[in-house]
Structures are given as C-alpha cells and as structure tokens.
C-alpha cells in the first residue's frame, strides 16, 4: 500500500486546515498510522498516531488542536488541524508504522501570523 499526503496550503494564524492521505489500496491491514511533519532545518517528527482500535497519541505540542481520524471506505487517513500556529509550518508526511511503508510526497503547510 502506498500513502500520498494532500490538502496542505497557505493559512493565516487561528486557521484551520484538513490533510488527507489516500491510500492506493485498503487501509484495512494499516494497524498504526501516523502523520509526521518537518520544518525547514529541522528533524521529522511524528506528531500523531491512530491504531486500529481507535487510539490517538498526539504530540504534546498539538495536543487539542490536532485529531487524527480514518474513514475506511474511503481508503483516506484524516489530519484535522484546528488553531494553527506559525510553528506548525512544515511539510507534514502520512505513512503506516505497522507494517511500515515507504516515505511518500508530504504536503506543505504554512501558517502566516
């Protein structure tokens, strides 16, 4: 299965935005997923993780704002993305940590303030 991240773009402070990654097959065999992100001159970083009995871990920096979702029938991982902040600017990445896939196109989001 292969995972492409979608839905980034330019958002003023305060402002929200959803990312989705599609995936090219069922997502049923996906038992961890996770959405990471990397801000220039920085490391990747994982910022929330969704297993298949539908238990999130977040980040702590986006801790309430952030929720990760999936819709099974449509083969699509959500990243809700509520009050955005400046430092949430990166290029964010979705990819199943069990079983791993490989790294796909990530989608950039920018946060003006």
């Known amino acids: 299965v292969q995972l492409q991240a979608s839905g980034g773009g330019l958002v003023q402070a305060g402002g929200s935005l959803r990312l989705s990654c599609t995936a090219s097959g069922s997502i049923f065999s996906i038992n961890v997923m996770g959405w990471f992100r990397q801000a220039p001159g920085k490391q990747r970083e994982l910022v929330a993780t969704?297993?298949?009995?539908?238990?999130?871990n977040y980040e702590d920096s986006v801790k309430g704002r952030f929720t990760i979702s999936r819709a099974n029938a449509k083969n699509t991982f959500y990243l809700q993305m509520n009050s955005l902040k400046p430092e949430d600017t990166a290029v964010y990445y979705c990819?199943?940590?069990?079983?791993?896939?490989?790294w796909g196109q990530g989608t950039q989001v920018t946060v003006s303030s």
């Open positions: 990819k199943s940590l069990m079983p791993p896939t490989p």
């Open positions: 969704l297993n298949g009995s539908g238990s999130t």
